[in-house]
């Protein structure tokens, strides 16, 4: 049985499990895709103290060989239910089931979809979530970026790089990106800014996406399309706990404790104004402190 199971490995899981295991705390660490969460979608990082600029896969690598040398466990799967029994926590992970004191929920979020049809059909063949996964499959073409934040603005730079002509497209003309990434972005020639449009269809070809329709009836003939319209967090296997939340986000207290004792979340699953790499890190570290102070 170990003291905590951290469920996610993003940069949040991972930091909590860096500090429970220098402070010889048993933890296992459960994750069901690989080590780094939504970091590794990012083209480049450049708010992230210690590095001008690094990438984020290289990032999320750098810490998992962190985890690595301190020889923390790892487990593969996706957790799927949890129950609280006595004060013990039974995870539901592949076809086990494993017992713990503590857990520490570092989930994040996943991708919002613009929900149209075809979307979901199309990934892997046009669509995507990811420009850093993708983007070379769309060398010397024109694809569309959807989105107004950070995220969008980065992506659709990282892409211009690549692509022929990348075309953003953000419902109004206010955006929520900064105005470092704007002014990069606004000085590519090959970027067109779409402004007070939203993709209304995606259409497809032979299987493939063949373009886009916008909200105003113009047509964009591209073949990529890529969607930063932000991201939800799922909480789902955590219902039957009670755990209070606040659009699936969880509430926790200063020791990022849920409402349910020995049930910690930190990073982006959890309700805040911050959603960052570096918040994420600060709160994954309370959380695990709060776990070291209540095993002294
Ligand atoms: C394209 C992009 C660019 C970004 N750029 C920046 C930037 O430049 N600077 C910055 O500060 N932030 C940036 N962010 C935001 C930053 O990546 C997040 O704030 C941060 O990664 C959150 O970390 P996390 O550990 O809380 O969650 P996540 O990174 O979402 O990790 C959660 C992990 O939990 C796993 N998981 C989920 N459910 C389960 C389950 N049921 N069982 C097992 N495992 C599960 C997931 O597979 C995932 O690996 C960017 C985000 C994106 C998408």
Same mark, same amino acid.
């Given at each position: 049985?170990? #003291? !905590? ?9 991972? !930091? +909590?499990?860096?500090? @429970? ?10 994750? $069901?895709?690989?080590?780094? *969460?939504?970091?590794?979608? +990012?083209?480049? =990082?450049? #708010? ?12 999320? @690598? ?14 593969? *799967? ?6 609280? $029994?006595? *004060? ?26 613009? #929900? ?24 010397? $073409?024109?694809?569309?970026? =959807? ?18 002509? =990348? ?9 929520? +990106? ?5 002014? $990069? ?11 007070? &449009?939203? =993709? ?6 032979? !299987?493939?996406?063949?373009?886009? !329709?916008?909200?105003? *009836? &113009? ?26 939340? &606040? ?40 959380? +695990? ?8």
């Amino acid at each position: 049985m170990y #003291n !905590t199971i951290i469920i996610g490995s993003g940069i949040a899981g991972m !930091t +909590a499990a860096i500090y @429970l295991k220098r402070a010889n705390i048993s933890c296992l660490v459960i994750e $069901k895709s690989s080590p780094g *969460g939504q970091i590794n979608k +990012a083209s480049n =990082v450049e #708010n992230y103290p210690g590095f001008k600029s690094i990438d984020g896969p290289s990032l999320a @690598l750098n810490i998992y060989e962190q985890l690595t040398k301190l020889e923390v466990d790892m487990k593969f *799967g996706e957790v799927s239910k949890i129950e609280n $029994k006595l *004060g013990k926590k039974l995870i539901y992970v592949n076809d086990e089931i494993l017992e713990c004191q503590n857990i520490i929920v570092a989930t994040g979020r996943k991708p919002r979809e613009l #929900n149209l049809e075809n979307e979901k059909g199309l990934i892997g063949h046009g669509v995507s979530y990811c420009a850093l996964c993708d983007g070379i499959f769309y060398k010397n $073409k024109d694809v569309a970026v =959807v989105g107004g934040g950070n995220s969008a603005f980065e992506e659709a730079y990282y892409l211009s790089n690549i692509c022929n002509r =990348v075309f953003l497209v953000h419902r109004s003309s206010n955006f929520r +990106a900064s105005a470092l990434n704007q002014k $990069k972005v606004k000085a590519k020639e090959n970027i067109i800014i779409k402004e007070n &449009e939203q =993709v209304k269809k995606i259409n497809e070809k032979d !299987t493939y996406l063949n373009s886009i !329709t916008l909200s105003s *009836g &113009e047509e964009l003939k591209v073949n990529g399309l890529f969607i930063y319209i932000g991201s939800d967090p799922d909480t789902s296997f955590l219902e039957g706990l009670n755990i209070e939340s &606040e659009n699936g986000y969880l509430i926790v207290n200063e020791n990022m404790e849920t409402n349910i004792e020995g049930v910690y979340a930190c990073g982006d699953v959890i309700f805040k104004k911050v959603y960052q790499l570096t918040t994420a890190v600060g709160e994954a570290t309370v959380a +695990a402190s709060s776990i070291i102070k209540n095993n002294d």
